[in-house]
């Protein structure tokens, strides 16, 4: 029961979190909320490291960097297939890729799965599709797009399992390495941005128009108060998340949990909803249901 609280609040949290940072991505640069995002939750689930004296080892700094890496190059590779492709092929396919391939290896590792939760457990994957699915699901991608599809699933499903590795008495000390080396490698990435954008022997933080800083320091550390304040938003929420999240990994159940992260869309779905009045649609009410009767199935078959 305990992992299916744990994986399900984690996946909602999440949702919270893509919400925030999806807003604050329509008037910053996805690449820099994203960094600003990582950089927060970094700090702010640094004092969690000393919740119940978590072992450090080299296992755990190791699958922790690990994990960033994975991270980091999902997140890069999705922004590259959302970017090209339409969202509502780029979305649920991503998050299939990502639910099942972590489930399949826990299966493979023989963790306990019963009829009745492998029924709970498709039905939540499902869901999660049925959530992420736009207005532009009838489009096809081109090549291109869907080997970015694959190229983005399967790091955020690596990510799972690697976490999922680490050593059940490491605490957070795998989720604060992943933090880190996430943020130092997207910091990476926009360097080799702007050097291939910055002019020959022009500074790297030349000022903007009339005088404006560029670059990450304008988009976020100076921007207006409200649009910083969904940057923190989003970097609130993904600490959270991700203490749920790698506390329910260390349980052995990375099937139940690799299947429980495809409800991330319902945080995103309802908050949009409630928040930007949008307009729920007739599969995305459908998912939810689902979702909620996937959990409640899950529930009871780990009572």
């Known amino acids: 029961m305990l992992v299916v609280l744990l ?7 999440y949702g919270v979190s893509d919400f925030f940072g999806g807003v604050a991505s329509r008037t910053q640069p996805a690449l820099h909320v994203t960094i600003g995002a990582f950089a927060i939750a970094a700090v702010l689930d640094a004092p969690v490291l000393a919740v119940g004296s978590p072992a450090w080892s080299a296992a755990a700094l190791g699958t922790g960097a690990l994990g960033g890496v994975c991270g980091g190059i999902g997140t890069w590779l999705f922004y590259a297939a959302l970017a090209r492709g339409p969202v509502g092929v780029v979305a649920p396919a991503v998050a299939l890729i990502a639910a099942v391939l972590p489930a399949l290896v826990g299966l493979l590792r023989g963790e306990p799965i019963g009829l009745l939760t492998a029924v709970a457990l498709v039905a939540v994957v499902c869901a999660g599709a049925l959530l992420s699915v736009e207005r532009q699901a009838h489009l096809r991608p081109d090549r291109t797009t869907v080997l970015l599809i694959l190229a983005a699933g399967i790091p955020y499903g690596t990510y799972l399992v690697v976490i999922g590795l680490s050593p059940a008495d490491s605490g957070a000390v795998p989720l604060e390495a992943d933090l880190v080396v996430s943020t130092l490698l997207l910091l990476g990435v926009l360097a080799v941005q702007r050097l291939r954008r910055a002019a020959p022997g022009a500074p790297l933080d030349r000022p903007g128009p ?5 670059g990450f320091r304008r988009a976020v550390l100076r921007a207006p108060a409200e649009r910083r304040g969904l940057v923190i938003a989003a ?68 009572a």
């Open 210 to 214: 009339r005088g404006r800083p560029s």
């Open 235 to 302: 970097g609130l929420s993904q600490a959270v998340a991700g203490v749920l999240l790698v506390f329910a990994l260390h349980l052995p159940a990375l099937a139940i949990v690799g299947a429980l992260s495809a409800l991330y869309p319902v945080g995103t779905v309802v908050l949009g909803i409630l928040v930007l009045h949008e307009r729920a649609r007739p599969f995305q009410i459908a998912g939810m249901v689902l979702a909620i009767g996937g959990v409640a199935l899950l529930a009871l078959a780990r």
């Open 7 to 13: 994986g399900t609040a984690s996946a909602l949290v």
